[in-house]
């Protein structure tokens, strides 16, 4: 390379463009840029009718967020090709973006202060050239991904609609011409490639450059002319089309990402009693009653299914699906009457088990649960539930349980076992909250008992309420009334407060998400641990020993309410290998765990439409082909043993305290 050629590295901005191209290009730009400034302002007002949540975000939070999750697309990782596919394609397009930056402040920058080069020239041209080139390739790669997964299908089913499979082939088109316009101009530019080996460093566009040696420069230029204005036509149609399609999450979704509210799918955003008065509203009817940022989230959905995916509603054949709904209402206006009807029927919102899986598994963070209770409450509220659902909520309201059994029954369990109330012990290590279920149903009472023998041999100081536990609320909650629970919260919360003791111990993963998540809004701030956790602990800490038993294959059901709404994953897997059970992991576990289908009051309804949910939950527990299926949650246990019983299956069903107990050193004679 001669010292002249050396000393000017760089190319010519806007190389072979005529100045009638180029006002074009301004025109376009300028036209593209007001339409998609239009709709972003038309969503922006959209937001604003809605009601302001109230909550403040933590600035350093949501900066984390936004580099963890929209720029390192840690979620979206977790997907495999789907995740690869989209990181490809988010990174490719980032630095391509930032690629077409640096050549537009050069371009204007040296044009401002008159210098035909300003910075893109030498060592940093050539390592902008190069990392365009890799991450160009990255960009296609993806989007052939993409598309192969349409066609294919794959573990996360991504919407095959014409609309989808069109702005694939718009990035496609805009990618590949990209290339083409670039090779198209090392092999015209400057009379020969001879003249520009270090354009060697574009190696894809030097690759197309070297097929086209004997051309004849005037038709190079010709074509690349017509190359580069379908580039830059398709490229300002990607601007324009922003806010009106899918493409929308390019704004929106960082945008809730990184003002999402810091709150677990198990809890509940409040109903003011006070604005129920003023305003007459209950619940979610028209669109306008979301708050400011749920409608935000709405817009941020990227249409990619994976929470209809892992949704057990939609997978079993319910009219659920989490993406609809939200799809749904990001698409009424918001003077709308009512966003119930036959897009968002009851049938809908009452397939919904509240298992959370739909946010957990959202890259984009919106809270497809909580827009679903409060559409809920809506039906609550205009009488729409009925059967047995609606027996449910009266009996909870009324006798302080779902099953209507009377109050003085409550610690009927008890009777023989020498179990001290809170007023025998006044200051015990653990309260132990007992819970409807393990109170009155026949099955989960055995569970009670277990764990009532396990904290004896641990020598735990431990004591009961009794008479004056009541339900948590936790049904009404999830079922969208949210004064029966406020109530029955109350009640708790009153009742809690005057006794003295260090932990909340529970066998129901339902109540511990109410004391330990929802009670705190309301007052009521203590620290409860779920029994799998406790057991845990009194085993690695010496205070419970258990017998070596020859192992026996196992498999546990992860309760929703425990796993995925609040990280207790290991705990119950470290007890039950103590307690003997050789621990084999279904397709779906832990956090990633599928339903057992009793959640959000679905305990209390019954299930006519497409398969039912625990046998299919069932179903896959069988691959791992256990002797004992182990579980944690009183809910769990009636649904996994209707769907054992309606097969004929001679597998056991016992939760992790039971297993735990018969483990227990047999007492002395």
Partial sequence: MSPLIAAVVTREILWNVPSWARALMYLLFLAALAVCVLGIVRKVRAWRKGRESGVSVSAAKALGRLWRDAILQARIWRSGAAGLSH????????????????????DYGGWLLGREHLFFTGNFYLGVSFALEVFGIFFLVGLVLALARRKAGGGFRPLNRR?????????????????????????????????????????????????????????????HLAVWLLHMVLSMSFIALIPYCKLRHIFFAPLNIALREDRKAGRYEGVSLEEVEETGRYGVATKADFTRRQLLSFDACTECARCQTVCPATTTGKPLSPMKVVLDIAGAEASADSLHGEEISPDVLWACTSCGAC??????????????????RHLVAEGEIRGSAQGALRSVGAAGNPWGMPREERASWSEGLDVPTIEEEPSPEVLFWIGCAGSYDRRSRKVTEAMVRILKAAGVRFAILGKSECCTGDPARRMGDEFTYTELAGTNIETLSAASFERILTTCPHCFNAIANEYPDLGGDYEVVHHSEFIEELISTGRLELDEVAPIRGTLHDPCYLARQNDVVEAPRSALRSAGLEVVEPEQSGKEGFCCGAGGGRMWMEEDTGERINSERWRQLQETEPETVAVGCPFCMTMMTDARDSVDSPVEVKDIAELVAERLPASPS
């Avoid at 290339?179 to 400057?190: C, D, N, Q, S």
């Avoid at 894809?204 to 010709?222: D, F, I, Q, S």
């Avoid at 946010?359 to 809920?376: M, W």
């Fill in 163 to 223: 609309i989808d499979i069109a702005l694939l082939w718009l990035f496609l088109v805009i990618g590949l011409s990209g290339f083409v316009t670039e090779g198209l101009r090392i092999a015209a530019a400057g009379g020969g490639m001879e003249e520009h080996p270090y354009e060697r460093w574009s190696f894809v566009g030097w690759g197309l450059a070297v097929c086209l040696r004997g051309v004849e420069p005037a038709l190079l230029e010709l074509c």
């Fill in 87 to 106: 990181a490809l394609v988010f990174w490719g397009f980032v630095v391509l973006f930032i690629g077409t930056c640096i050549v537009a402040l050069e």
């Fill in 359 to 376: 946010v957990e598994e959202c890259p984009v963070y919106i809270d497809q649960l909580g827009a679903i209770v409060d559409l809920r």
